[in-house]
């Protein structure tokens, strides 16, 4: 089993740029697409990028591409979200979720939760104007 964990968020400001980092515990063969999502308050979890475990693929929101990146660092089994030009509605709980050990990293499908086996707990970002 794999255990995603978050890190990173906390309170910034409009404007600012703020890096969240996933640990992936517990994963033995280290090839797992990661995926990040976030859910603010009253709203459903929407996706915001993944990447494939090789690193050298990956996929984003709509929304979100050109503010965002996502990258790895597989010695360390660690995955990054660089969110740059924060805004207000960004503020919300930030989930890293991995698929299964081998899966093929097929692009826009990975924008589903349905694709992640496992969730991390969420780490709070918070955009003061």
């Known amino acids: 089993q794999v255990y995603p964990v978050e890190s990173g968020g906390g309170l910034v400001r409009a404007g600012d740029s703020l890096t969240l980092a996933c640990e992936l515990r517990?994963?033995?063969?280290?090839?797992?697409?990661t995926g990040w999502f976030r859910q603010a308050p009253g709203k459903a979890r929407e996706f915001v990028a993944a990447?494939?475990?090789?690193?050298?693929?990956?996929t984003f929101a709509d929304s979100i591409k050109g503010r965002f990146t996502i990258s790895r660092d597989e010695s360390k089994n660690l995955a990054f979200l660089q969110m740059n030009r924060l805004t207000p509605d960004d503020t919300a709980v930030y989930y890293c979720?991995?698929?299964?050990?081998?899966?093929?990293?097929?692009?826009?499908?990975?924008?589903?939760?349905?694709?992640?086996?496992?969730w991390g707990q969420g780490t709070q970002v918070t955009v003061s104007s």
């Open positions: 517990g994963s033995f063969l280290n090839r797992h697409v």
């Open positions: 979720a991995a698929s299964q050990s081998g899966t093929t990293f097929t692009g826009r499908a990975y924008h589903s939760e349905n694709e992640y086996a496992f």
């Open positions: 990447i494939a475990w090789s690193g050298r693929s990956t």
